[in-house]
T-cell receptor, first 114, second 113 residues
Framework: DTGVSQDPRHKITKRGQNVTFRCDPI?????LYWYRQTLGQGPEFLTY????????KSRLLSDRFSAERPKGSFSTLEIQRTEQGDSAMYLC????????????FGPGTRLTVL | AQSVTQLGSHVSVSEGALVLLRCNYS??????LFWYVQYPNQGLQLLLK????ATLVKGINGFEAEFKKSETSFHLTKPSAHMSDAAEYFC???????????WGAGTKLIIKP
């Protein structure tokens, strides 16, 4: 399977704990995006990488959130001191450097903060 | 900033009936437009996209959409609904040099037997 993969698929944690999610994009895609989706809503943009450079961050991304893409391949999204409001589906997508913005999505990581 | 409006959070049709899911966007320049489908507990799958050229675009699973610039719309249709079409459908527009996607709130399609 050469699609976008995310790990873990599900994460349950207690409030105040740190969590880290991983995304492996399609190999030739240099653009990588993180979105957050809550029930009944469309995805909300969090951040965007082109290769290893983080080029844009949403105002939604508080200081507790950090994302990296150290070698321009896989990416990690870390949430520190989780809060119940962080419970959501975290989606990763990748796309080619040229073209029209068509993004390919992974299956998502569902986070539940107790 | 662009916005995307999907009319109807839920649409219910009978199996075999026409499916029409509405999407309007706000943009001062021709956008790139997308429809994605999401099945329960899964990621988003591209149904179809409009970039340039023909305004009627065909996608997977028998879906198609028409870009109407004058109406700033990109409605999704399928002539005959199938039970397997039950899912949530999202309209999105890309903006900016990073092609960030701006999403509608989604429409849940319910198919009645």
């Amino acid at each position: 399977d050469t699609g976008v993969s995310q790990d873990p698929r599900h994460k349950i944690t207690k409030r105040g704990q740190n969590v880290t999610f991983r995304c492996d994009p399609i190999s030739e895609h240099n653009r990588l995006y993180w979105y957050r989706q809550t029930l009944g809503q469309g995805p909300e943009f969090l951040t965007y990488f082109q290769n290893e450079a983080q080029l844009e961050k949403s105002r939604l991304l508080s200081d507790r959130f950090s994302a990296e893409r150290p070698k321009g391949s896989f990416s990690t999204l870390e949430i520190q001191r989780t809060e119940q409001g962080d419970s959501a589906m975290y989606l990763c997508a990748s796309s080619l450097p040229q073209g029209t913005g068509e993004q390919f999505f992974g299956p998502g990581t569902r986070l539940t903060v107790l | 900033a662009q916005s995307v409006t999907q009319l109807g959070s839920h649409v219910s049709v009978s199996e075999g009936a026409l499916v029409l899911l509405r999407c309007n966007y706000s943009s001062s320049v021709p956008p790139y437009l997308f429809w994605y489908v999401q099945y329960p507990n899964q990621g988003l799958q591209l149904l179809l996209k409009y970039t340039t050229g023909a305004t009627l675009v065909k996608g997977i699973n028998g879906f198609e959409a028409e870009f109407k610039k004058s109406e700033t719309s990109f409605h999704l249709t399928k002539p005959s609904a199938h039970m397997s079409d039950a899912a949530e459908y999202f309209c999105a527009v890309s903006e900016g040099s990073n092609y960030q996607l701006i999403w509608g709130a989604g429409t849940k399609l319910i198919i009645k037997p």
